[in-house]
């Protein structure tokens, strides 16, 4: 387990456990990093998921969260957490740049294996908020495709640099689905 490594690039001491869960996750209030128990879990996918959601312990500020999920549907919620994923891994890699061949290598294999419920040609097919997550997951050579009017949606989530920004176009992407 990452254990060690997840309380050095947080910063603080985060409990970490692991469970079998579908996929990691991170407590913003009691501050519990999840790493799921896959029997294929390597090194690059461990390290990955441990960045991944360490990003979310620096970056996701727990108040304006709850604040931005308050008296919204369900749904809003995965449509900001598809804008602050894209938003924190951007931030996490620039900041520890070690990290970014593991998420690389992790998402190719996860890809690979089904984790995004198909291959690309699948992946084309699904709407456009979870074809925003894989691109911003698998990146640009992954083939991810979008129209030509879809394009504005990905360079405004490219865009997003603060949780505010997230909460904004995340609030856009939703009433315009």
Sequence with gaps: MNEQLAKLLARED?????????TASFD???RVLTLPMWEDMDKDT???????????????????????VKDRPRAFHGF???VEDARI???????????????????KKMLKNGFFGGDIDYINSLKLIDRLNCYFKLGRTAGVEFA??????VE??????????????????????
């Design 80 to 82: 900001l957490n598809i």
């Design 14 to 22: 985060i409990t970490v456990v692991e469970k079998p869960v579908r």
């Design 89 to 107: 891994e951007k931030k996490i890699q620039r900041r520890y740049p070690g990290l970014k061949k593991s998420f690389i290598k992790s998402y």
């Design 46 to 68: 461990e390290d990955h998921m441990t960045g991944h959601e360490v990003g979310h312990s620096l970056y996701t500020p727990l108040d304006e969260h709850m604040e931005a």
């Design 28 to 30: 913003l209030k009691n």
């Design 148 to 153: 030509p009017e879809e394009m504005v949606w």
């Design 156 to 177: 405004k989530v490219d865009k997003v640099v603060s949780f505010g920004d997230a909460v904004v176009v995340a609030a856009e992407l939703y009433a315009d689905a």
